[in-house]
């Protein structure tokens, strides 16, 4: 790509976002906080423009091409939340992930008929997506199968500060380029999962208590074919969730699908992990397909050993920094800067 080309994509970026640069400042190449003026206020006692989430997403304009800021003050928000196709460009904030909270309950069990997506307490479709200081909520227990938490289908989308809690399934990254930010994401099996390349960065990861039959995995990535695709974990942590007994193994995850790809650098991996540290998507599937990616680099934490480790083709139990830095976040989510306009900070090497 020449110069002229890549500077022309970032300012065609800064003119769809509506970006003011006087909102940004720069530090260590990081893109900092912004100012974040409100088009819109949610409120459940009344005080703000709406009192649901839903009613404040539709007053988004169709076909949006300048960001519209929802603010989402202090509170427990009980509804199921969907930005459709056509509400781009929308940014929704709270005050805090303990404090703006939004919980559902739909599950797979209770409704059989539905999809895994369709139970998601909030999902995303639309482009340009950025939620921000926002916790997101399934509540249905260990028992209910499927139920997500939060589910996002949009390119380009940037969770920051975003804490997402549930058993089974709770994050579904579906499909393109994604990141999350010292984010706090909770779960028992396949808890992080999806076709997207998507990067989980400084995020505290936390296995929760199964039940008897329940192996825990964290993540279930699922490329089928050569695309890009992929979870990236960095300098982030994997440990048992505080508040429950946790007396099972842990594994890293298990391949969904042909092409599944899956990088752990650079984290913490406390004693729950398993030493195999990978485990087959079933038995049947035990190896996976020499087509797998998965790679560890530079862990640390009792469970970062990679002796024992399972002797899969597809798995690299030392990675090499040239291979590593190819899943950092510029190098594999960022490379046309559009998180150069997210006002999200991050740091794009290792």
């Not at 940004?24 to 912004?34: F, L, R």
């Not at 003050?73 to 509400?87: A, F, H, Q, T």
């Not at 296995?207 to 964290?218: G, I």
């Not at 508040?243 to 991996?269: C, K, Q």
Request: hydrophobic residues 40%; glycine residues 8%; contains cysteine.
């Amino acid at each position: 790509m020449s110069r002229f080309t890549a500077i022309f994509i970032l300012l065609t970026l800064l003119a769809v976002q509506g970006f003011n640069p006087s909102l940004c400042d720069d530090e260590d190449n990081e893109i900092g906080s912004c100012i974040l003026t409100h088009n819109v206020t949610v409120s459940g006692d009344g005080s703000g423009d709406f009192k649901t989430i839903s009613e404040a997403v539709a007053s988004v304009p169709n076909n949006n091409k300048i960001r519209f800021n929802i603010f989402v003050k202090e509170g427990v928000y009980y509804e199921n939340v969907l930005v459709p196709k056509k509400k781009d460009n929308v940014l929704i904030y709270g005050e805090g992930m303990a404090k703006t909270v939004i919980s559902s309950n739909l599950s797979r069990l209770e409704f059989p008929k539905s999809t895994t997506a369709s139970t998601a307490t909030f999902s995303v479709f639309a482009d340009n997506f950025i939620a921000r200081d926002i916790k997101f909520v399934n509540t249905a227990g260990p028992e209910k199968f499927q139920a997500v938490a939060f589910h996002s289908k949009s390119n380009h989308s940037a969770m920051f500060r975003c804490a997402f809690f549930g058993y089974q399934d709770t994050l579904y990254a579906h499909v393109g380029e994604q990141l999350y930010r010292e984010c706090e994401i909770v779960g028992t099996v396949d808890f992080i999962f999806g076709n997207a390349a998507a990067v989980f960065d400084m995020c505290s990861i936390r296995a929760r208590k199964p039940l008897m039959q329940q192996v825990v995995t964290v993540t279930a990535q699922g490329a089928d074919n050569q695309e890009k695709s992929g979870f990236s974990i960095i300098r982030s942590k994997i440990l048992r969730f505080e508040d429950e007994e946790f007396t099972a193994v842990a594994y890293l995850g298990r391949p969904w699908n042909s092409h599944a790809t899956v990088v752990i650098m650079e984290t913490e991996l406390g004693s729950l992990i398993d030493p195999k540290g990978w485990v087959a998507w079933n038995s049947s599937a035990d190896p996976p397909p020499p087509t797998v990616n998965l790679g560890e680099f530079r862990n640390y934490g009792p469970g970062s050993d990679v002796r024992n480790r399972v002797t899969w083709v597809g798995y690299n139990p030392v990675m090499a920094e040239e291979d590593a830095q190819r899943f950092t976040i510029d190098g594999f989510i960022n490379k046309l800067g559009w998180l150069n306009v997210s006002c999200v900070p991050y740091n794009g090497s290792l």
